[in-house]
């Protein structure tokens, strides 16, 4: 059984700093491509982060600069620490594994985790 687990969301200022993590279990995390996404409330998910099997990292613009994605193939980690916090940060921040192409393509999702910015 394949979960995703996504911790470290909460309250914090703008300026302020999180760090998000993701638990997998029940894959063979060193072959998954690794992404964080978020979402907020009417809006269609949003992709953040991308940790590729071969150990690349690729940003939206958005968050180019403040937050570092980094992953850890022998606890089946991956990390996102989220600097200079804006407003519109605020989502619901979910990480996704997904591996292959085509007809053997497999995409997982973990239950999100809520980061909101406010004064």
């Known amino acids: 059984q394949v979960q995703l687990v996504a911790s470290g969301g909460g309250l914090v200022q703008p300026g302020g700093s999180l760090r998000l993590s993701c638990a997998a279990s029940?894959?063979?995390?060193?072959?998954?491509?690794m992404g964080w996404y978020r979402q907020v409330p009417g809006k269609q998910r949003e992709w953040v982060a991308t940790s590729t099997s071969s150990g690349r990292t690729n940003y939206a613009d958005s968050v180019q600069g403040r937050f570092t994605m980094s992953r850890d193939n022998v606890k089946n980690l991956v990390y996102l620490p989220m600097n200079s916090l804006k407003l519109e940060d605020t989502a619901v921040y979910y990480c996704k594994a997904d591996q292959g192409s085509g007809s053997y393509y497999r995409n997982y999702w973990g239950q999100g985790t809520q980061v909101t910015v406010s004064s």
């Open positions: 029940g894959i063979i995390f060193s072959i998954y491509n």
